[in-house]
Structure formats: structure tokens, C-alpha cells
């Protein structure tokens, strides 16, 4: 099909669809983006504006030498990422992270796709890959994780042709956001892991410093961008006891759950052992609470949502309990007894398909080549990642476009390593992935485990460039 002489149709106004829209029109393709809200909403989606944060507001570490995101999103800026571009303007505190007021970034994005002059946004829902809008017409897929039932199962009837793979999914948990003046400060503080010399261990038996508390120095938002709530071992033990007789969100009898690893429940975690939760989410060290001196036990972090610090996420507490468990659990928290709930947390089920099995090397459905999919509906994880995904697709069809084809980068790199892990031989278990150093080939000479990442991302770096300056981009 001569792709220069068609229209392309996106479907879904997420972070994937609007990063593919504005990289066509930059090469000066016009495109037709169908977005179904706010005629239909997803059970996770509230707002109207395009690419809506559901999950979080971070978009992870900025750092390019230490994990894989920051290079991935240091690779996006230099393809031209608008997404990148437009959330560094509406970023909050996070520390190493990029986090962004959720509404104003979903705002600025929205204004953005609907002033580009070729780009046409259409509110309407499309049901399925055969409405005669897609007819003669190249479509990228972009509905999301979260795609409709009426549009997954028409995907499913696709990729199912001729004894081919079903669809697959997977289930993903949403944190809690309490407000700001509601967390006791008398026993949460602000500060960043390490902030200060390391502190003793965890004692039971720690007693309370000499000085009195209110003679201490207040940490002030400088030392820290996050808002921390220790608790001694007795607080951790109850609010463990807690998360497993918490009553919780029932599946339908005919959904396996199947949780994203990166994703999971608080309570699932806490499932698995006592002290899961303090090698995770809640690990605490690092940390030193002003009241004892000492290490805490475990330890919550609280990360601001908007510019205004007004509101802030429980870190790691997705969570598939009822809202009325989610009331009482979550308030045994140390500085949490008194908060005030903006929003509790929900569960939805993800949908994606097994990209080695259903996709070809150019994201498009081997069953009907006209279509191709971006963002995690391929069986990317993560907000960067689903943007990468929509951006490098865009690149793809722009260059066909102009009678060329552009290459993968190579798999030394963020962005050429996640698109290989969705063309990885066919397995059994495919799941969804973030970009994280592992996708990426060893290196060649042994490194020591400190200097690892920092080597790897040099060479992506080096070979990005490379890579960049033979394809004329």
C-alpha cells in the first residue's frame, strides 16, 4: 500500500497517540486522532483532556548515566519529543525524578494537538478496526492498556485469524493521594534518602534524643522533595496485620489476575512475607527519623502531585483493597491517622497483546498489515515507555512516508532495546516491560557492578549519535 497517499487514523488520545499525531505533523503528515472521551470513559479515566495520568505522576529518574527511563528520555528529547517538552515545563519536586502536575500537563498537551493544523481531533469512539472511518487508511492503535471491550475484542478477532494468539492482560493498581495540610508533620518530615550521614540502626529499645523536639531544626522543602512517615517495628506490625485481612476488590470469575511485577498491589506484596513490604516500598533505609535519631523500621514516602504541593501520593501504594479498607489501613500510618483522602485506590485490568507472536518488525498487525499499534497495548510498561513507543512509530511511518525506511537504533540504546523486547522470539509468557539495563547486551570488557550502568549508558549514548547521524535525523 502506498502509504504517502493515505490519511493516518490514530486512535486514542493517551500519552502514544499524541506523541505518533505530533511527530507525523512535524514531518507535515496530517492525521485524524479519535479520542472517546468524554463521550465513553475507561473505568480508570476521569477527565476529558488528552494524555490523562491515571496511575502516577512521575515519569521517573532523570538520570542518564543510572537508569534506563533517564536515558530513554534523554533519547526522546533529541528525536523531538513533545511529551518530554511539555512536561518539563509543568514539573513538581521529585528529587532525581520528573514528576508534573497531572491537570496541567494533561492541559498543555490537549491545547498543543488541538492548535496543530494537521491534526484533526475527532470525540468519538471507535468500536472496532473495521468502522469505516479506518477504510483506506493507515491506523495506528493507541488506545492504551485500558482499551474498551468492543474495540479489544474486534483486536482479538484479528490477531485470532487463522489460529493465531488471543490477547493477553494483566492487572494494574492505582496509589491513594491524600491532601498536604491534612498529614501530621508532628511525625512525618520531608527529606531524600541519604540526605544525611547514615543514621544507627532500627532499635526497639531507642530512646528519644536528648533535645527536646521543638527546640530541633524543622527539615525545610530543600532537603528533601518528599514527605516521609516512619513507623517503629510494634506500627509496621499492625499496619502488615491490617493489609492482609483487608478486605479487597473480588476479580470476576472469569479474569485470572495476573499482576505487572513493577505494579503490584501493596497488599499482594504483603502477601508474600512480613518483611517483603520493608525491602520495598517501605524499606527505610537511608533515612533518619528527627524524633529518635535512628533508622525507623519502615518507612512511607509521600510524593507531591501538583506544582501547589497541596496534594501528595502514597509511594507504592497501589492498591486493590475497598475504599472503606483503603479508610481505615491506610490511616495506621504514622502521620496519616488524621489525612484527608483526594482519592483512593482503584484496580484495573490492562490489556496487551504477544507483540513477538502478533507484531511485525513495524508494529503492525501481521494479520492485517494496515494496522499498527503504540504505546502498552504492545506490551510496553510505563508512561515513558508508552510515549517512546508512539514516537518512534511516527518516525517509522514519516520516513516510509518519504519513500525511505528508518532502522531500529540499536539495541545498545533505551529506545532500540525496548523495541526489541517486543520483537524477542516468540515465548509462552510474554509480559510487559519498563526500559531498564537488562534489555541491553552486556558489555563486552567486565565492569565493575558500581560503574555498570554508567558504562552502558555511555555506550548507548555514543551509539544513539552514531545512529542518529547515518540516518539523517
Known amino acids: 500500500m502506498d502509504i504517502s497517499a493515505n490519511q493516518f487514523v490514530i486512535i486514542g488520545g493517551g500519552l502514544a497517540g499524541c506523541e505518533c499525531a505530533l511527530a507525523l505533523a512535524r514531518a507535515g503528515l496530517p492525521s485524524t486522532l479519535y479520542e472517546q472521551k468524554p463521550a465513553a470513559f475507561s473505568p480508570a479515566h476521569v477527565s476529558e483532556g488528552l494524555g490523562e495520568l491515571v496511575c502516577s505522576n512521575s515519569f521517573r529518574s532523570n538520570d542518564v548515566q543510572g537508569s534506563g527511563v533517564g536515558l530513554l528520555k534523554q533519547e526522546m528529547r533529541e528525536l523531538g519529543s513533545e ?7 509543568c514539573s513538581v519536586p521529585a528529587g532525581k525524578a520528573l514528576a508534573v502536575d497531572r491537570e496541567i500537563f494533561s492541559r498543555r498537551l490537549t491545547q498543543r494537538v488541538e492548535e496543530e493544523p494537521l491534526i484533526t481531533l475527532v470525540r468519538r469512539q471507535i468500536a472496532s478496526l473495521d468502522d469505516p472511518a479506518l477504510e483506506e487508511k493507515t491506523v495506528i492503535l ?3 492498556p485500558l482499551v474498551s471491550e468492543n474495540l479489544a475484542a474486534s483486536l482479538a478477532d484479528v490477531i485470532s485469524a487463522d489460529g493465531g494468539p488471543s490477547r ?8 491513594p493521594i491524600v491532601r498536604a495540610d491534612s498529614v501530621d508533620m508532628s511525625i512525618a518530615f520531608r527529606g531524600s534518602r541519604y540526605g544525611n550521614d547514615a543514621p544507627p540502626p532500627y532499635s526497639d529499645d531507642a530512646p528519644m534524643l536528648d533535645k527536646p523536639m521543638e527546640t530541633m531544626t524543622a527539615p525545610s522543602e530543600s532537603d528533601g522533595d518528599y514527605l516521609n512517615c516512619p513507623m517503629t517495628r510494634a506500627e509496621y506490625e499492625a499496619f502488615y496485620k491490617a493489609l492482609l485481612e483487608a478486605e479487597r476488590v473480588p476479580s470476576h470469575d472469569f479474569e485470572k489476575e495476573v499482576h505487572f511485577e513493577g505494579c503490584m498491589p501493596i497488599e499482594a506484596l504483603a502477601d508474600r512475607g512480613e518483611r517483603t513490604l520493608t525491602f520495598g516500598p517501605l524499606k527505610p533505609v537511608g533515612f533518619t527519623d528527627p524524633r529518635t535519631g535512628r533508622r525507623p523500621y519502615a518507612l512511607l514516602q509521600l510524593r507531591a502531585e501538583n506544582a501547589e504541593r497541596t ?3 502514597l509511594v507504592g501504594c497501589q492498591t486493590k483493597m475497598t475504599y472503606g479498607a483503603q479508610d481505615k489501613v491506610f490511616r495506621l500510618v504514622p502521620g496519616l491517622a488524621e489525612a484527608e483522602f483526594l482519592r483512593f485506590g482503584s484496580v484495573h485490568r490492562n490489556t496487551y497483546v504477544n507483540a513477538p507472536e502478533c507484531l511485525d518488525h513495524d508494529l503492525s498487525l501481521k494479520m492485517r498489515p494496515s494496522v499498527h499499534l503504540a504505546g502498552q497495548i504492545t506490551g510496553v510498561e510505563g508512561y515513558v515507555e508508552s510515549a517512546a513507543c508512539g514516537l518512534w512509530l511516527g518516525l517509522l ?8 525506511e528508518l532502522p531500529l537504533p540499536p539495541q545498545t540504546t533505551a529506545l532500540g532495546a525496548l523495541m526489541t523486547h517486543l520483537r524477542t522470539t516468540p515465548i509462552k509468557n510474554f509480559v510487559p516491560s519498563n526500559i531498564h539495563f537488562g534489555l541491553m547486551p552486556e558489555l563486552e570488557e567486565r565492569t565493575k557492578k558500581k560503574a555498570r550502568k554508567a ?7 555514543a551509539d544513539f549519535a552514531k545512529w542518529k547521524e547515518e540516518v539523517g535525523l
Open 311 to 313: 496534594s501528595f501520593n
Open 142 to 144: 493507541a488506545a492504551g
Open 455 to 461: 558504562e552502558m549508558s555511555d555506550r548507548g549514548r
Open 83 to 89: 511529551v518530554m517538552a511539555i512536561a518539563e515545563t
Open 397 to 404: 511511518l514519516a520516513a516510509r512516508a518519504q519513500g525511505r
Open 168 to 175: 493477553l492482560y494483566f492487572y494494574d493498581a492505582i496509589a
